[in-house]
């Protein structure tokens, strides 16, 4: 399917071909690896929250906190 063929779909359209596409992906991500490059990363983040140099912050806080910096 092209851009110009998606772009004639009603947005309807599109949010079912887009449901269908993370149905699918949904069941392919068990046999997916994280990149290297990832998981270091999260290493390191972890690795700060355990040694106190950084905390994790509730979703909720974060939320509100956005734009008021």
């Given at each position: 399917m092209?851009?110009?063929e998606v772009s004639k779909l009603t947005?309807?359209?599109k949010?079912?071909?887009m449901e269908v596409i993370w149905q699918d992906l949904?069941?392919?991500?068990?046999g997916?690896?994280?990149p290297e490059s990832h998981c270091k990363l999260l290493?390191?983040?972890?690795?700060r929250v355990a040694s106190g140099k950084a905390h994790i912050r509730n979703w909720?806080?974060?939320k509100h906190?956005?734009?008021r910096a």
């Open positions: 092209s851009l110009a947005l309807r359209e949010l079912q071909i949904r069941s392919h991500v068990d997916l690896e994280a290493d390191e983040r972890q690795s909720d806080d974060v906190s956005i734009g």
